[in-house]
């Protein structure tokens, strides 16, 4: 159909209009074949209520069916709450360990240290510090091993001497305890005897008097017999023997260290490999032979830059289950800080950009024990002074941290 074909219907529309509405009112109109030509619509829909042009009964039933919107006054500040931190409760403890013994306890030490005791996770609350500062135990070795110049140079008069160098290590350097490493024991470096370890061991005891922590060198075979001569030799001392090992167990060696340590008097330290499960597999192994109130752990320190992270998630995981309540490993725990050592960023020449590396070493060392500091460890082997020095003062602030002065700014609650 073309245009003039279509029917003008618009006078038909002004006709009915009037009563066209009236008349389609309420009823369902269909229409077939109708085309609508409309120049410009309109469409107009009301938002957020009832329009007012529908009649007064649909508008008044509407505005009864929907409640009214409540406007909320816009805040003028935000909302003013003060912070109050409350320390964590935990059901269990770490066990508390003395090491070394007096004169009045059957010994011969001046003094002695006590690690462990803690019932919090270390430094999370100023009202909860741990009962007992971190102890600091530097090295001797009894006989030459290679060294960075950064270490050599302040031991260059001792490194022959053991007992002159754990007396500097004492009166000079500040430790609180010395270890003994007798390298010279294994079959493939000297293979001294345990009888000439034992002799070792009792020139240091009568060089200092702080407590002894004796090494082995890391053979099963070797470090049985030679703890178990020491044991006797230095009976009442309550020495810290270093370390025992799966090893060991494998090797049928556990048994008689545990009782030769256990029958003098000494503590035991168990090493095992950054593996909590091997970890509570040794010291079941251990409880077998040696009481557990005796027992320190070792799970191993990983040097900046060679899996630091993960050696502090391990350290971490075991003081949070031991204060949960697993007993194998409510242990006191040490960090050997002298494994930075093995990383070459420590000590080798890197160029300008790196810094010096006579500090570059002790930065290293310092790094790894604040670290595991945070994670709850209780006593450190070091080895560079600085380190040392570094490491007991910012453990002091973080037991008595010092009150907040008037001209100090309080960042934790400081207003921007």
């Given at each position: 159909m073309t245009d003039q074909e279509k029917p003008d219907i618009s006078n038909l529309i002004r006709l009915l209009g009037p009563g066209l509405g009236e008349l389609l009112s309420g009823r369902q109109i269909e229409l077939e074949h109708v085309e609508v030509e409309l120049g410009e619509l309109e469409l107009w829909i009301p938002v957020g209520g009832i329009s007012q042009g529908f009649p007064a009964p649909v508008a008044a039933a509407a505005k009864?069916?929907?409640?009214?919107?409540?406007?909320?006054?816009?805040?003028?500040?935000?909302?003013?709450?003060?912070?109050?931190?409350?320390?964590?409760?935990?059901?269990?403890?770490?066990?508390?360990?003395?090491?070394?013994?007096?004169?009045?306890?059957?010994?011969?030490?001046?003094?002695?240290?006590?690690?462990?005791?803690?019932?919090?996770?270390?430094?999370?609350?100023?009202?909860?510090?741990?009962?007992?500062?971190?102890?600091?135990?530097?090295?001797?070795?009894?006989?030459?091993?290679?060294?960075?110049?950064?270490?050599?140079?302040?031991?260059?008069?001792?490194?022959?001497?053991?007992?002159?160098?754990?007396?500097m290590n004492v009166e000079q350097f500040g430790a609180d305890m010395v270890t003994v490493h007798l390298l010279s024991t294994d079959p493939l470096i000297q293979n001294k005897s345990p009888r000439e370890a034992s002799k070792t061991v009792e020139e240091v005891l009568q060089a200092v008097e702080v407590p002894l922590i004796i090494g082995g060198c890391g053979d099963p075979k070797k470090d049985a017999e030679t703890?178990?001569?020491?044991?006797?030799?230095?009976?009442?001392?309550?020495?810290?023997?270093?370390?025992?090992?799966?090893?060991?167990?494998?090797?049928?060696?556990?048994?008689?260290?545990?009782?030769?340590?256990?029958?003098?008097?000494?503590?035991?330290?168990?090493?095992?490999?950054?593996?909590?499960?091997?970890?509570?597999?040794?010291?079941?192994?251990?409880?077998?032979?040696?009481?557990?109130?005796?027992?320190?752990?070792?799970?191993?320190?990983?040097?900046?830059?060679?899996?630091?992270?993960?050696?502090?998630?391990?350290?971490?995981?075991?003081?949070?289950?031991?204060?949960?309540?697993?007993?194998?490993?409510?242990?006191?725990?040490?960090?050997?800080?002298?494994?930075?050592?093995?990383?070459?960023?420590?000590?080798?020449?890197?160029?300008?950009?790196f810094g010096r590396n006579d500090l570059r070493g002790p930065l290293w060392e310092t790094i790894g024990g604040i670290t595991l500091l945070l994670a709850g460890v209780d006593l450190f082997l070091m080895m560079h002074p600085l380190a040392v020095s570094t490491l007991r003062d910012v453990a002091g602030k973080l037991m008595h941290p010092a009150e907040i002065k008037p001209d100090m700014a309080d960042w934790a609650a400081l207003k921007i």
């Open positions: 009864q069916m929907t409640p009214p919107v409540k406007r909320l006054p816009r805040p003028d500040d935000l909302i003013s709450e003060k912070f109050l931190m409350e320390p964590d409760v935990f059901p269990a403890q770490i066990r508390e360990i003395t090491l070394g013994a007096t004169r009045a306890e059957g010994g011969t030490r001046g003094s002695t240290v006590t690690v462990g005791g803690s019932t919090s996770i270390p430094f999370t609350h100023p009202q909860s510090p741990p009962p007992h500062p971190p102890v600091i135990s530097l090295d001797v070795f009894d006989t030459r091993v290679p060294m960075p110049k950064a270490l050599k140079n302040h031991l260059t008069e001792v490194l022959d001497d053991p007992a002159a160098w754990a007396k703890f178990t001569e020491i044991a006797a030799m230095a009976e009442g001392e309550r020495l810290l023997l270093n370390s025992v090992t799966s090893d060991m167990a494998d090797a049928k060696t556990l048994e008689p260290v545990c009782k030769a340590a256990d029958t003098h008097g000494h503590c035991l330290l168990g090493f095992t490999g950054l593996d909590l499960n091997s970890a509570k597999e040794l010291n079941r192994r251990i409880y077998q032979y040696f009481p557990p109130e005796r027992l320190l752990m070792d799970l191993t320190t990983v040097a900046l830059g060679y899996g630091l992270e993960y050696s502090f998630s391990i350290h971490e995981r075991a003081r949070m289950a031991a204060l949960m309540g697993d007993p194998e490993l409510q242990h006191p725990t040490i960090s050997a800080c002298t494994n930075a050592w093995s990383a070459r960023e420590a000590w080798m020449d890197l160029g300008p950009a």
